[in-house]
């Protein structure tokens, strides 16, 4: 496996998206506002820290995937993905830190949701983001002929 850096977001419970949580978009801006400004602040400092373990300049990622883990603060039924409004003003936050270029589908590969437990923070969620490089791209790439493959599924579906 390539390359793989880990960062750690603790979030009070009232700046957390859930996409089954409906919000007025004001309220959700500045949600979104204070998430991407966290994650900014973060990946701006790993960048630094980066910098001064290895003596080089944090290298931006051409493409990567990203694990993102939520801890929830008390014992209840949850459902990582819908947790993806968050993992997006990060996401967003590490563009604005310079971590890649952009977070569009030529960057990013794959995001993936996992529960993790308990953040054992009263009303604080812990989201645990594992960017890596993969070595291995091809899984990833989608050709004209993969196209036409999803369309000829489709239309078989629909037959």
């Known amino acids: ?23 007025h978009h004001r309220v959700k801006a500045q949600h979104v506002k204070h998430l991407r400004a966290l994650s900014r602040t973060t990946g701006t400092q790993h960048a630094r820290d980066y910098q001064e373990q290895h003596g080089v300049v944090f290298p931006r990622f051409p493409y990567y995937t990203i694990v993102f883990t939520v801890y929830q603060p008390e014992r209840r039924w949850i459902d990582p993905p819908n947790f993806s409004p968050t993992s997006k003003a990060l996401i967003d936050g590490l563009t604005d830190a310079g971590w890649w270029d952009d977070d569009n589908l030529e960057h990013s590969l794959e995001t993936t949701f996992r529960y993790g437990g308990l953040s054992g923070i009263p009303g604080t969620y812990v989201f645990e ?31």
């Open 1 to 23: 496996m390539g390359r793989t850096e880990t960062l750690v977001f603790a979030v009070h419970r009232k700046h957390v998206l859930n996409a089954n949580r409906a919000q």
């Open 129 to 159: 983001m594992t960017i890596t490089q993969p070595d291995d791209t091809s899984q990833y790439v989608l050709t004209r002929n993969h196209e036409t493959s999803i369309r000829d599924k489709v239309n078989n579906t629909l037959s």
